[in-house]
T-cell receptor, first 113, second 111 residues
């Protein structure tokens, strides 16, 4: 595709439910990032995948958050037992590597009610 | 470990005034620095990177390794410059390393 694609664009879920967010990176990009952006706040790093290396999970806020990526393709971010404080825009980005331009998706706006 | 600091969360200037968005980094190796911008309702996108030494939309940024800074400057701010700006640090080569972002600065340019 032309850019990083995220789905869904918007997701409203009830507190306590699980959600899955999807990211399709740019083909050939080995690096993939997930960030969270709360209303009026900056980017919070969540997780980073680089090729076949073990992911850097240091930004995941709790064990309710997990992410997977198979090879250099699609990634899914899963949030279990959602809480209201999980409401945010979740951004995915991909790049050729750590010192190259990152391309961002349009984000998934998650609202937990 | 690498770190990026943007000391100003909010910055307000009037149209035509100079603007400087500060960015300091911490990294022991050879850094690659970027500025990203997010306009209202648009995707976060690259504004400029230090290695290309370009001026984009009138903005420039110089890497100062002595001061470990990469401040973003524009001599005459425009209303359309109002946006969220992020400084980012890249480390390692193309097969390892990751981008570390600062917390961002919201720039508001008043008419």
């Amino acid at each position: 595709g032309a850019g990083v694609s995220q789905s869904p664009s918007n997701k409203v879920t009830e507190k306590g439910k699980d959600v899955e967010l999807r990211c399709d990176p740019i083909s050939g990009h080995t690096a993939l990032y997930w960030y969270r952006q709360r209303l009026g706040q900056g980017l919070e790093f969540l997780i980073y995948f680089q090729g076949n290396s073990a992911p850097d999970k240091s930004g995941l806020p709790s064990d309710r958050f997990s992410a997977e990526r198979t090879g250099e393709s699609v990634s899914t971010l899963t949030i279990q037992r959602t809480q209201q404080e999980d409401s945010a825009v979740y951004l995915c980005a991909s790049s050729l590597g750590g010192n190259t331009e990152a391309f961002f998706g349009q984000g998934t706006r998650l609202t937990v009610v | 470990a690498q770190r990026v600091t943007q000391p100003e969360k909010l910055l307000s200037v009037f149209k035509g005034a100079p603007v400087e968005l500060k960015c300091n980094y911490s990294y022991s190796g050879s850094p690659e620095l970027f500025w990203y911008v997010q306009y209202s309702r648009q995707r976060l996108q690259l504004l400029l990177r230090h290695i290309s030494r370009e001026s984009i939309k009138g903005f420039t940024a110089d890497l100062n390794k002595g001061e470990t800074s990469f401040h973003l400057k524009k001599p005459f701010a425009q209303e359309e410059d109002s946006a969220m700006y992020y400084c980012a640090l890249g480390t390692g080569g193309t097969s390892y390393g990751k981008l570390t972002f600062g917390q961002g600065t919201i720039l508001t340019v008043h008419p």
